[in-house]
């Protein structure tokens, strides 16, 4: 998308000011693309990545993580090295990042995240009000 394109888009963000600033708004502004924030604070009820999305990338990442650092404990040990100490190198995140990402994000997740059914997804605009309802009543 450039600026003179005829192309618009829709970029949804999740309710973090940080990822919607005023440049950000600008740059979309002058590109053409429609900035929608989410909900400021957004329960998980309401906040469409925490529904699908991160509900499957948490898990899934935080065992990544366990099944690294055992390696390399195991590889310490192997080699008559102490285990104390040995941790996750920053080195490490993308590797540990690759498969949870890409299995909690898949095209199929993120539809179901922004379905809007009323068990699963929340809508695209602004949000699912049923889930708004659901929430309340517990």
């Known amino acids: 998308i450039t600026k003179d394109s005829e192309i618009k888009a ?9 990822h919607l600033t005023p440049e950000m708004v600008d740059a979309c502004q002058e590109l053409g693309i429609i900035a929608q924030p989410g909900l400021p604070n957004g329960s998980h009820m309401t906040n469409r990545e925490d529904l699908v999305g991160f509900a499957i990338f948490k898990p899934r990442f935080r065992k990544a993580q366990r099944e690294l ?10 080699a008559g ?14 590797r540990l990042l690759k498969e949870p990402f890409e299995n909690a994000f898949s095209v199929e997740r ?15 605009y602004p949000f699912n009000r049923c889930q708004l ?4 009543r517990q």
């Open 10 to 18: 829709v970029m949804l963000f999740d309710g973090c000011s940080s």
């Open 69 to 78: 650092l055992k390696q390399k404990q195991t590889a310490a040990a192997a």
């Open 81 to 94: 090295k102490t285990v104390r100490g040995v941790g996750l190198a920053k080195e490490d995140f993308c």
């Open 110 to 124: 993120n539809k179901m995240s922004w379905g809007g059914s009323l068990d699963r997804g929340t809508g695209i």
């Open 133 to 136: 309802v659901k929430l309340k």
